[in-house]
């Protein structure tokens, strides 16, 4: 390709919710308050795990591995959402740019990984209870937590460094509220075809592969539950695998909409408020998912409540 008298860009102007300036201080507060929603959920299930002992269980310990991915995936989008809704856009590096969405996609394949290890955990509790302390043994804990988070880190290192070898010399507006890789790759001017088989290579399996993988992990978990014959032991693990199985349809569900199933043809407005799901649903319903419906969460919760209200 030719790139004579083409300007070389340097940063990009992302348009957050431009459009709707007129309501930009709504905006504000309602994504304000949505943050710290997020934040203060996903922040109690990580200190209530640190601090009860009845929680140091495998499940509990992916349960707030998860919760702290979705504080991190949280904190690097949403600060900027709130700094784009009051300017009506803003202009970032393309350096930073793409560290932002390599960061962005740390958490959400950590995410991904963390399900699959949450669903291999109840399978395991309740297809092979007798065997469940000598297989999910501290040391298995830590190492499926390291491999999520060091998969997280070392893919998204491959996609930016083929991200990083793009060049931009045309628009430079993103109509979206952060760096997302489909409108980076439209301002491109140069080749993108080695950038869109990387993206494609990773997205299209971390997120049918897992789902896949647990909804057959599942299958087999509740037909195990409706052979017990024990009703508070069949009613007790319905609870807490279904619990699990929301998340997972919700998390999945709203990331392959919009990077799998979203028509290409779609107007990037409409790409644009479907990933509004995962960025802002997800990471609050996640933890309400997990503390209304499950017992020791909730019991922990009022345990230290009355503790704070002695005081």
Known sequence: MIKTNQTVVREFLLMGFGDLQELKILIFVIL????????????????LVIVSKNLHSPMYVFL??????EILFTSNIQPIMLWLSLVGGGKIPITGCLLNFCLISVCGITQCLLLIALSFDRYVAVCKPLHYTLIMTSRLQLQIVALCWSMGFTLSFVLYAFLDRLEFCGPHIINHFYCDVPPVLELSCSD?????LVTSMLSIPLVLCPFMFIVGTYVFIFNTILKMTSSIRRQKAFSTCSSHLIVACLYFGSLGTVYIFSPKSSPSNSNKYLSLVYVFVTPIFNPLIYSLRNQDIRGAIIKYIHIFCKW
Do not use: P
């Open 64 to 69: 707030s591995q998860l919760s702290l991915s």
């Open 192 to 196: 993108i075809s080695s950038a869109k």
């Open 32 to 47: 304000l308050v949505f943050y710290i929603m997020a934040l203060t959920a996903n922040s109690i299930v990580v200190i």
